[in-house]
């Protein structure tokens, strides 16, 4: 996420409704989120120049935090209501969805196991795309427990 940009100028009709399947899609949207730290310090009197910065992060900061808000779906919004940081509600969507789940793990895997090779196009490529359909799947953080009962004749 950038963190210089202005939510002001991101083109909304980019951005796609978050309803908790489409994670990968709507994490190449740059909503632009304020730097992590916020500009004024706990400790003295701050300047004009601090107050007025702190006033910049604070606006920039809502109208993130608002995008987000707005583009998540209704029955997800729990994630991010609670939130006043823009940093925050990402962080809250990226933990529950970043990861793909068993569904997720098994198209992976599928993918992978249902992949070819072509002779007509160049071996480079193809062999780069199983690469990275084999980190998909390795990147899979679920574990799959197969228990097999007795049988009975």
């Known amino acids: 996420m950038s963190s210089s940009s202005d939510p002001t100028k991101l083109a909304t009709s980019t951005i796609p409704q ?16 304020p730097g992590l730290a916020r500009p004024i310090a706990a400790t ?37 209501d609670d939130k006043f940081l823009a940093l925050d509600a990402w962080t809250a969507i990226k933990a529950g969805y970043e990861k793909p ?21 160049v071996l480079g490529p193809q062999l780069n795309a199983l690469t990275e359909q084999s980190n998909q799947v390795n990147a899979v ?13």
């Open 101 to 121: 789940g068993v569904v997720g793990a098994f198209v992976a895997f599928q993918k992978l196991f249902n992949a070819q090779l072509s002779d007509s196009s």
């Open 18 to 33: 978050f309803d908790g399947t489409n994670y990968k899609k709507c994490s190449t949207v740059t909503v632009p989120v």
């Open 44 to 80: 003295g009197t701050p300047t004009a120049t601090e107050i007025a910065a702190q006033a910049a992060w604070d606006e920039k900061n809502d109208k993130a935090l608002g995008i987000i808000q707005l583009y998540v779906a209704q029955n997800l919004l729990h994630l991010v």
């Open 141 to 153: 953080s679920c574990t799959i427990i197969i228990s097999i009962g007795k049988l009975k004749k």
